[in-house]
Protein backbone atom coordinates (compact mmCIF):
# COMPACT_ATOMS: atom_id res chain seq x y z
CA UNK A 1 0.00 0.00 0.00
CA UNK A 2 1.33 3.51 -1.08
CA UNK A 3 1.21 6.29 1.30
CA UNK A 4 2.46 8.67 -2.07
CA UNK A 5 -0.85 10.63 -1.53
CA UNK A 6 0.73 11.72 2.02
CA UNK A 7 3.08 13.78 -0.06
CA UNK A 8 3.17 17.26 -1.74
CA UNK A 9 5.79 18.75 -3.68
CA UNK A 10 5.96 22.34 -4.18
CA UNK A 11 8.23 23.98 -6.55
CA UNK A 12 8.81 27.50 -7.05
CA UNK A 13 11.38 28.84 -9.82
CA UNK A 14 11.70 32.80 -9.68
CA UNK A 15 14.50 33.92 -11.48
CA UNK A 16 16.39 31.14 -11.15
CA UNK A 17 16.36 30.79 -7.55
CA UNK A 18 14.38 27.15 -7.11
CA UNK A 19 12.76 26.33 -4.35
CA UNK A 20 11.93 22.95 -3.83
CA UNK A 21 9.91 21.74 -0.85
CA UNK A 22 8.60 18.53 0.01
CA UNK A 23 5.61 18.62 2.54
CA UNK A 24 4.90 15.70 4.44
CA UNK A 25 1.61 15.08 6.42
CA UNK A 26 2.00 14.84 9.65
CA UNK A 27 -0.99 12.20 10.32
CA UNK A 28 1.70 9.66 8.13
CA UNK A 29 4.43 10.18 10.29
CA UNK A 30 4.03 7.13 11.87
CA UNK A 31 3.79 4.21 8.74
CA UNK A 32 6.24 6.66 7.32
CA UNK A 33 8.97 3.96 6.04
CA UNK A 34 12.09 3.91 4.37
CA UNK A 35 10.34 2.92 1.12
CA UNK A 36 7.68 5.90 1.35
CA UNK A 37 10.43 8.43 1.95
CA UNK A 38 12.47 7.11 -1.08
CA UNK A 39 9.08 7.36 -3.10
CA UNK A 40 8.42 10.83 -2.24
CA UNK A 41 12.22 11.73 -3.04
CA UNK A 42 11.84 9.95 -6.44
CA UNK A 43 9.25 12.72 -7.77
CA UNK A 44 12.26 15.34 -7.08
CA UNK A 45 14.29 15.76 -10.27
CA UNK A 46 17.66 15.13 -10.75
CA UNK A 47 19.58 18.01 -9.22
CA UNK A 48 17.23 17.88 -5.95
CA UNK A 49 17.86 14.25 -5.93
CA UNK A 50 21.54 14.76 -6.01
CA UNK A 51 21.51 17.12 -3.08
CA UNK A 52 19.45 14.53 -1.00
CA UNK A 53 22.34 12.36 -1.42
CA UNK A 54 24.99 14.72 -0.70
CA UNK A 55 23.08 15.89 2.09
CA UNK A 56 22.71 12.22 3.43
CA UNK A 57 26.41 11.53 3.01
CA UNK A 58 27.70 14.47 5.01
CA UNK A 59 25.33 13.92 7.40
CA UNK A 60 26.50 10.09 7.59
CA UNK A 61 30.43 11.54 8.03
CA UNK A 62 29.47 13.62 11.05
CA UNK A 63 27.50 11.29 12.52
CA UNK A 64 30.09 8.46 12.58
CA UNK A 65 32.63 11.02 13.80
CA UNK A 66 30.29 11.77 16.46
CA UNK A 67 30.13 8.00 17.34
CA UNK A 68 34.18 8.07 17.27
CA UNK A 69 34.61 10.54 19.68
CA UNK A 70 32.02 8.98 22.39
CA UNK A 71 34.19 5.97 22.07
CA UNK A 72 37.46 7.53 22.27
CA UNK A 73 35.86 9.27 25.67
CA UNK A 74 34.85 5.30 26.91
CA UNK A 75 38.37 4.71 26.03
CA UNK A 76 40.16 7.35 27.95
CA UNK A 77 37.81 7.17 30.78
CA UNK A 78 38.54 3.16 31.07
CA UNK A 79 42.03 4.10 30.73
CA UNK A 80 41.30 6.41 33.80
CA UNK A 81 40.03 4.02 35.90
CA UNK A 82 42.36 1.36 34.87
CA UNK A 83 39.96 -0.86 33.21
CA UNK A 84 42.50 -1.77 30.18
CA UNK A 85 45.07 -4.38 30.32
CA UNK A 86 48.41 -3.79 28.21
CA UNK A 87 50.54 -6.74 26.95
CA UNK A 88 51.68 -8.78 23.85
CA UNK A 89 48.98 -10.48 21.93
CA UNK A 90 49.58 -13.40 23.79
CA UNK A 91 49.30 -11.96 26.86
CA UNK A 92 45.61 -10.85 25.77
CA UNK A 93 45.07 -14.16 24.26
CA UNK A 94 45.89 -16.21 27.36
CA UNK A 95 44.05 -13.78 29.83
CA UNK A 96 40.64 -14.08 27.47
CA UNK A 97 41.29 -17.80 27.40
CA UNK A 98 41.03 -17.69 31.31
CA UNK A 99 37.67 -15.84 31.19
Not at 15 to 27: A, E, G, H, M, Q
Not at 56 to 63: A, D, F, G, I, T
Not at 77 to 95: A, C, F, H, P, Q
Amino acid sequence: RSHFKHFKLIKINWYDRKVTTLKIDPSCMQTLTVGNILEAISVLDFEDQLFVVETLQKRMVELRRKQIVLRIQEAEENYRLGKVRTGSIEDLMMDSSDD
